[in-house]
């Protein structure tokens, strides 16, 4: 039978099929929609959740209670029967944590939605640490406490950026010891709160806000120590990807040496106290002050070794002949200059002299050899006068009479003597007796 039928006085044929094609002139009867409501809601899944029990009433076979989200500001009321309450072997109170397994469920007549426990389980602390370090090793698996991801901390940073409970000790703490060491140190500060459900959003809000400052130079999370459920915050998943997302350097300084939450891993730097926070992100004026002055007269020292050597240096330079008598070695090669000179001078005079000899030898030899020499001895050369050679003829070489057939009686003759020439005619050939003659 469908819906529409089972509504007295209704046509089933009039009634629209869907909620979508309801309208102000065929519209469902408020039964109608009850039971589709109910019929949607009753095909639901259980499903387990996680809260704490901030409202508790016991009434003879039911009880009332409401649970709260650990992170958020939203809670839900749910109803339990007795039967499940008495299997627990501790007694629910207000403030446990808890999971348990919810099926929706609506009441029909008077349109209420009511949330039935079906099992309830207090989280023990053997639960909340199993399941700590589930996520600690899931986190590890992706990298997000790898040491290369961490960031180096500045060595001076100009403002530091503070994230802690309202009017704490552990602010305290960190500013009074940061002020001691640093006098100069400015705080950017957040309180928020450091513990309960609302404290991992705000936490995170303030994060956000101090990353996004270019003037924080790092970012420190600081709470006192506390039980395991106190800081529940700071093992929050949402909170650990938020600070490894941070572009700031982040310092967790939570809880005593023996707390361990999983922001201590995340962080760049763990602190094992808010007090040993404030000594790890800024130096000792005192302890910088004095390695300024050791390192001066280290410097100092340094130096004055190094002149004092150089000096040594200086002076075994200055000692030596080259430098004590420079000039010895200008006027070495001075005298071997002039030695050469003299060496030169006399070598070319000699060149020069026996070369002279030569020349009036060979001017004596060619003097010696010179038809003027001849002449000068009484000697003549006859030659033909110009008038007697043909155009044929080679003056050069015909004009000197070698033989008497060269000029018979009557030739014209050019007789050259010592000093000058004068003419003579020739008269034949003479004799050999005429000659003696």
Known sequence: MSDQAALPGTAATTLPATAAETTPDNPWPLQLLSQKLKAHIDRTPSAWVEGQVIEFNRRGTNAYLTLRDVDAEVSLPASVWSKVLDRQDMPLERGSRVVALLKPEFWLKTGRLNMQVRDIRPVGLGDLLARIERLRQALAAEGLFAESRKKPLPLLPHRIGLITGRDSDAKKDILRNSALRWPAVEFEIREVAVQGNTAVSQIMRALRELDGRQDVDVIVIARGGGALEDLLPFNSEELIRAVAAAATPVVSAIGHEADRPLLDDVADLRASTPTDAAKRIVPDVAEELAGVLQARHQLRRCIGRLVDREADRLASLHSRPVLAAP???????????????????????????????????????????????????????????????????????????????????????????????????????????????
């Open 327 to 437: 000039e010895g070695m200008i006027t070495l090669r001075s005298e071997e200059v002039e030695r050469l000179l003299r060496r030169s001078s006399a070598a070319v005079s000699s060149i020069v002299v026996r070369a002279a000899d030569q020349l009036v030898h060979l001017q004596a030899q060619v003097r010696a050899l010179s038809p003027q020499k001849t002449l000068d001895r009484g000697y003549a050369v006859v030659e033909l006068s110009r008038g007697q050679l043909t155009s044929a003829d080679d003056p050069a070489s015909h004009s000197v009479v070698r033989d008497p057939s060269e000029a018979p009686a009557g030739t014209a003759l050019a007789v050259r003597v010592a000093h000058g020439r004068f003419g003579a005619t020739s008269t034949g050939k003479i004799q050999q007796g005429d000659a003696h003659g």
